[in-house]
């Protein structure tokens, strides 16, 4: 491993201040940047230690919603009581993320900046050709091994897949992350590939996370996140999917409804067309069967990973039909 030198920062500020080099990484939890500095996909120049910096590991309820500091442990907003009757989504995508003991580490600010587990990207010794690590070097997963890689938001510079199980039920529910001077839709925050797939996150050199919000909603009180895997913990999702449903007082008719998915696509991915098409309609089991389909639309297959053109509306359907109680 690279030598590299400590900072323990006394105040947000001279966090920021730090990582205005591109040299210097933000120490939180570390289980991100341990895994891709054993990779030898990072070699910071310096280590910026922001882990005792008082009021970031906040949980702070209101009328509005929640404000969740960076710093907070995935655990303890899983845990929180209030978290899981406001935001059960939220609290089942932390729970059913990693392994208990990275989510007794991790922390959310750094839960949205993690990495794609692409492999090509992870294995630099092995696949030079890999433009997240080097740009204009091209793609190793195109045309290799692509069974966990995306079918949507790719483009011909990358297919990797966005790895994050919270960052999909703050899509759904139109969180906010703060920047300190600025704020940006969570949608927004994550960028797709295009010509640039280096760059995975709207934040610039010398900005931090230091808080999320999310907006309080009927449907978010009503949501649940559906992660299909290959094996039951410690694995990332095929597909998954965080729904939230509010009914119109019949019980029958949709007055709202939230969907995003995981695991198929580059960023977290909103599924507005399946919104828009159950939206103020009867819920009903072949209607909701229908729209799901809609949550692929413009999927491109690259082999392997063909079958989650299938296997995601089937997330979705499910999903949905479960917080409608009709399964």
Not at 31 to 57: M, N, Q, R, Y
Not at 111 to 130: E, G, I, K, S
Not at 138 to 163: D, F, K, Q, W, Y
Not at 216 to 225: E, I, N
């Amino acid at each position: 491993m690279k030598e590299f030198s400590y900072l323990r920062a006394g105040s947000i500020d001279e966090a920021r201040q730090a990582t205005a080099s591109s040299a210097a990484a933000l120490l939180a939890g570390g289980t991100t940047l341990l895994d891709l500095a054993k990779c030898g996909v990072t070699a910071p120049g310096t280590v910026v230690d922001i882990t005792h910096l008082s009021g970031l590991d906040a949980i702070a309820f209101d009328d509005q919603g929640v404000t969740i500091g960076a710093l907070a442990k995935m655990s303890r907003v899983a845990d929180d009581a209030n978290i899981r009757a406001q935001f059960p989504a939220v609290s089942e995508a932390l729970s059913l993320a990693a392994s208990a003991q990275i989510r007794n580490m991790a922390t959310i600010g750094g839960n949205l900046m993690q990495r794609t587990r692409c492999p090509y990207f992870r294995d630099p010794a092995t696949f030079a050709a890999c433009n997240k690590r080097a740009p204009g070097s091209g793609c190793s997963a195109i045309g290799g091994v692509t069974r966990n890689h995306a079918v949507l938001g790719t483009s011909e510079a990358c297919i990797a897949t966005n790895p994050g199980d919270l960052a999909v039920a703050l899509v759904a529910f139109d969180a906010v992350v703060h920047l300190g001077s600025r704020q940006v839709a969570i949608d927004d925050f994550f960028l797709l590939p295009g010509t640039t797939p280096e760059r995975e996150h709207a934040i610039s050199p010398g900005e931090m996370i230091t808080a999320v919000t999310i907006p309080a909603s009927a449907a978010a009180r009503r949501s649940t996140y559906l992660k299909v895997r290959d094996r039951q913990s410690y694995e990332f999702a095929a597909a998954s999917a965080a729904v939230g449903l509010e009914l119109e007082a019949d019980g029958r008719t949709i007055r709202d409804i939230r969907v995003a998915l995981g695991g198929v696509a580059t960023k977290p991915w909103r599924a507005r067309a399946v919104e828009a098409a159950l939206r103020g309609k009867a819920l009903d089991a072949d209607a909701v069967r229908r729209a799901s389909l809609l949550a692929v639309e413009g999927a491109v297959a690259h082999g392997a990973n063909h079958y989650k053109i299938e296997l995601a509306p089937r997330v979705v359907e499910r999903a949905i039909l479960t917080m409608g109680e009709l399964v």
